[in-house]
C-alpha cells in the first residue's frame, strides 16, 4: 500500500519569499514521486518527478524537490515566490512496480502576498 | 499539440437522473484514467485502460458507474442513477504508456447534483 501526506493545507508566503511545500510519503516498493499544480478551473500539470535517478529533481518555473528515503519525504521548494505561483499543488506517489497506479496527498493551497 | 479534450464542463442534475461524460485524450497515447476529486482532496482514480482494455478497475462503484473505450480512443464514464455525493470534478489524464511517466490531465467536469 501506497500514501502521501501533504502537511499544510494552506500556506501563504509574500511574493519574493522562499516557497516550502511538504510532502511524505510511505511506499512498499521503491517509489515513484510527482508533484502536481493546479489552477482554479483547471486540470493538473506535472512540475517535476522523480523516478529513481539524481535525488535533487528540477521542474519547471523554478520549483525543485529532493527525494530523501530516510525520511520518506519529497519537499517542494522555490527560491522566490511570483503571483503566478498561487494554485492547488499535489504531491503523488506510484511504485516503481506492481499495480504502479498515482496516489495523491490532499493538496496544499499556496497563496503569494504582494 | 491539442491536450486532453472533456465535456461538458459543468452539469448540473437532479438526483436519480443518468449523466454521461466524455474525454477525448492526447493522440497516440494509449492509456487512458478516469479520475474522481473531491472539493479539498486529491484526485483519487476510477479506472484505468491500457487501449480499450479496462485492466485497473477495482475503485470503480460498478453498481452505478460505467466506462467504455470501444476503440481505444476516447471514453465516456457514466453515472446511473446520480446520488448527491457523486457531486464532484471527473477527471480525465492520458499518458504514452503505464511506466511512471507523465500523465496528462484534461480540464474536468464539474457535476453538481441536486
Known amino acids: 500500500a501506497q500514501s502521501v501526506t501533504q502537511l499544510g493545507s494552506h500556506v501563504s508566503v509574500s511574493e519574493g519569499a522562499l516557497v516550502l511545500l511538504r510532502c511524505n510519503y510511505s511506499s512498499s516498493v521503491p517509489p515513484y514521486l510527482f508533484w502536481y499544480v493546479q489552477y482554479p478551473n483547471q486540470g493538473l500539470q506535472l512540475l517535476l518527478k522523480y523516478t529513481s535517478a539524481a535525488t535533487l529533481v528540477k521542474g519547471i518555473n523554478g520549483f525543485e524537490a529532493e527525494f530523501k528515503k530516510s525520511e520518506t519525504s519529497f519537499h517542494l521548494t522555490k527560491p522566490s515566490a511570483h503571483m503566478s505561483d498561487a494554485a492547488e499543488y499535489f504531491c503523488?506517489?506510484?511504485?516503481?512496480?506492481?499495480?504502479?497506479?498515482?496516489?495523491f496527498g490532499s493538496g496544499t493551497r499556496l497563496q503569494v502576498q504582494p | 499539440e491539442a491536450g486532453v479534450v472533456q465535456s461538458p464542463r459543468y452539469k448540473i442534475i437532479e438526483k436519480k437522473q443518468p449523466v454521461a461524460f466524455w474525454c477525448n485524450p492526447i493522440?497516440?497515447?494509449?492509456?487512458l484514467y478516469w479520475y474522481l476529486q473531491n472539493l479539498g482532496q486529491g484526485p483519487e482514480l476510477l479506472i484505468r485502460y491500457e487501449n480499450e482494455e479496462a485492466v485497473d478497475d477495482s475503485q470503480l462503484p460498478k453498481d452505478r458507474f460505467s466506462a467504455e473505450r470501444l476503440k481505444g480512443v476516447d471514453s465516456t464514464l457514466k453515472i446511473q442513477p446520480a446520488e448527491l455525493g457523486d457531486s464532484a470534478v471527473y477527471l480525465c489524464a492520458s499518458s504514452l504508456s503505464f511506466s511512471g511517466g507523465e500523465q496528462f490531465f484534461g480540464p474536468g467536469t464539474r457535476l453538481t447534483v441536486l
Open positions: 493522440s497516440g497515447h494509449n492509456t
Open positions: 503523488a506517489v506510484s511504485e516503481s512496480k506492481g499495480r504502479r497506479a498515482l496516489t
